[in-house]
């Protein structure tokens, strides 16, 4: 089992920037896929951003390609993502997303919700124009 616990959400200006956190505990691989996933009111829940853990594979959805970074801290197991340039289209839930199994690589893939058995609470990312 895996615990999955969000932080850092909040409410930003256009433009401004924002670094979300998430801490795993528990039972983790020394490299596995972890993702960030968020949800807009009314809308299905798109993947933003993974990576394996013990490495330096990420991918980025198209629409927060050179704006936010996906990264992790490995000695603390805590994963962020930071978010500058922030747009109004940014606001949604945002939830932190760890799959079963070891991690080499991530594509494209590992934006499918399905591959990840364990998520966390969500944080509240607002932006304002």
């Known amino acids: 089992q895996v615990q999955l616990v969000e932080s850092g959400g909040g409410s930003v200006q256009a433009g401004g920037s924002l670094r979300l956190s998430c801490a795993a505990s528990g039972n983790t691989p020394s490299s596995y896929r972890m993702a960030w996933f968020r949800q807009a009111p009314g809308k299905e829940r798109e993947g933003v951003a993974a990576?394996?853990?013990?490495?330096?594979?990420?991918v980025y959805d198209d629409s927060v390609k050179g704006r936010f970074t996906i990264s992790t801290d490995n000695a603390s197991n805590t994963l962020y993502l930071q978010m500058d340039s922030l747009k109004p289209d940014d606001t949604a839930m945002y939830y932190c997303?760890?799959?079963?199994?070891?991690?080499?690589?991530?594509?494209?893939?590992?934006?499918?919700?399905?591959?990840?058995?364990?998520w966390g609470q969500g944080t509240l990312v607002t932006v304002s124009s």
């Open positions: 990576i394996c853990t013990g490495g330096v594979s990420t």
């Open positions: 997303a760890a799959a079963k199994g070891v991690c080499a690589v991530v594509t494209e893939y590992a934006l499918h919700l399905k591959l990840y058995a364990y």
